[in-house]
């Protein structure tokens, strides 16, 4: 009888690859990321492939101090991280936590069927705690219309709560640290549910009562208000036109819950929503004159959204408008 061929993978045993889903950032679209982990014989080696930039290839570090937290070494083995699809530019820090869970579920430490109900991101400390990172709420969003769940730091806890409420009940983890994951994944110790939370309004907004005169001004004010226009003040200095610029968001209407969710979508991207508390009141961005065009208009190397798409369903306010250098 001939002997049966052997099966290939039996020389080195199985290796089989733990997947951990995540997202990349298109302005605010996300897009889904694999995040495969092989651990196979070989020289010891800790590789991320799949065109990471700095942040992401310096997890490497975070990853291995952060499972050194938890009492884990890396084993000598050849451990290949691998972001598809590798056409894909992956920035931000938010690759740490997927890489680790990846490592974890490799590591036969947390169950593979258990995982791939998520998406996870997070930034991990070399002491094992998961920091905030910025676009948790479009990943939720995102999340939800492909049914899964989502995996993030404690801090931005509340905006996952937030999409996983509006976009119909996903679960929604929330831990504090790598410890607190791996305990409530492996059952030992159960997290609490974050709570959606909105920004409370901070100061009150600048008063038109404060401007003596200028009746006229103050009409072209509440017109453009009402209309949703565009002013342009010119007058000569000291008459009042900074004061009155500073007064129209007072003028505005609080906004409504789908604009809410658009302008703390581009906040929650660039890193702005404070505690993951979603945005109510109108955003009032004035920016510097010495701003450089991607401050402005957003882009550049590490695309983020600039004043202009900071600004959106609020106020711009270009104030000594001839002196920007970055759009004049
Ligand atoms: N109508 C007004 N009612 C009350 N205070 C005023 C009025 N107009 C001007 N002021 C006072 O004058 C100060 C200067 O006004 P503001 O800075 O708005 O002028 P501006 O038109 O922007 O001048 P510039 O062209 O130099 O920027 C204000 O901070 C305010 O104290
Ligand atoms: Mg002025």
Redesign the pocket.
Known sequence: MPAEPLPIGTATGPNPVAHVETVAFHGIDVRPIDVQVQITNGLPAFTVVGLPDKAVGESRERVRSALHALGLALPPKRITVNLAPADVLKEGSHFDLPIAVGLLVALEILPADAVEEFVVLGELSLDGAISRVAGVLPAAIGAASREKGIICPAACGPEAAWAADREGRIPVLAPGDLIGLVNHMRGTQVMAAPQPKVAEDALAALDLA?????ET?KRALEVAAAGGHNLL?I????????????RLPGLLPPLDAAEALEVSMVHSVAGLLPDGRLLRRRPFRDPHHSASLPALVGGGMRARPGEVSLAHRGVLFL??LPEFSGIM
């Open positions: 404060d401007i003596k005169g200028q001004a003040m007058g000569p200095p000291g008459a009042g036109k900074s004061m009155l610029a500073a104030d000594e």
